[in-house]
């Protein structure tokens, strides 16, 4: 058996580490060149995948900006709408009530219509709560006019059927959901609470408990959903106002039960032929 000394050794070691050294450079050029096609692919597959990505969210940031928009203008003229309802008199009614569903009609035509352009075909759940406002309130005028010139409730199903004939036959129409709906709902028991009052100021005390019954009644009905909805921060909130509304109602129509004994005519009057609680008029 040959025995080494230590000398060498270390010269057996010095002489093969370059060749080893030389080896591992070899394969790491090998690898290095070998992964090298592979990384140009990969980034020029990433800067695609960003530029598809870019294009589109600029694509839907522009059409949101249009959309809030079209809402925008779409509440205006809703508020309009309601406005013009609120005029209505004894005198005037029929007449208040035709100018106001021209001028809804006038809203489904030019502005509703603008928003159905936009996102027919496309899923509007994204854009909700970019429209949702305007919807709301275009809800609440169309189901005052409904309410004033029938006294019925307008449905989901009436509204959305005005809204097919403005859309493409070939893509998916836009539909306004349940939410959306029961929301402007709730706000329209805060409008026909002023149109109460209004009409318990001009004497129409049966008109205004109609309108007390029919708010009790939605009020009632949405007790009911409103626990099971999934998404009901915001209606619970209205639901609160909602049952303000009613009994400022009660409240009016009550007051007016019970102190309409009370009527004393305005000072000044000719007419000395009246009462006070029951009582005829007594000569001093």
Not at 129 to 149: D, H, M, N, W
Request: some cysteine.
């Amino acid at each position: 058996m040959l025995l080494l000394s230590p000398l060498q050794r270390l010269f057996l070691m010095a002489s093969s580490k370059p060749q080893h050294l030389h080896r591992i450079a070899e394969a790491s050029l090998l690898t290095s060149a070998a992964k090298k096609p592979r990384s140009m692919t990969t980034v020029s597959a990433m800067k695609d995948g960003f530029a598809t990505y870019t294009d589109y969210l600029n694509t839907f940031n522009d059409k949101r900006e249009r959309v809030v928009k079209a809402s925008r203008d779409i509440t205006i003229n809703s508020k309009k709408v309601i406005f013009q309802v609120h005029r209505i008199s004894k005198s005037n009614r029929e007449e208040v009530l035709e100018k106001a569903e021209k001028d809804l009609a006038a809203v489904t035509s030019q502005y509703m219509s603008r928003l159905v352009k936009e996102l027919q075909g496309t899923d509007f759940w994204k854009l909700r709560r970019a429209y949702s406002p305007g919807v709301q309130e275009y809800i609440e005028a169309a189901t005052l006019c409904k309410f004033c010139k029938s006294g019925t409730l307008l449905d989901l199903a009436e509204i959305n059927a005005t809204l097919l004939p403005l859309s493409d036959p070939s893509l998916e129409p836009l539909q306004i959901n349940v939410l959306d709906y029961l929301l402007g709902l709730a706000d329209l028991t805060g409008e026909l609470m002023r149109l109460a009052i209004g009409r318990i100021s001009e004497g129409e005390l049966e008109y205004a408990e109609n309108i007390c019954r029919f708010v009790r009644d939605i009020y009632r009905e949405l007790t009911l959903v409103v626990p099971q909805m999934d998404e009901n921060s915001e209606m619970k909130k209205k639901m609160e106002v909602m049952l303000q509304s009613v009994v400022k109602i009660e409240t009016a129509c009550f007051g007016v039960h019970v102190r309409g004994s009370e009527y004393i005519p305005s000072l000044g009057s000719t007419n000395q032929n009246y009462s006070y609680m029951g009582a005829s008029a007594i000569d001093l």
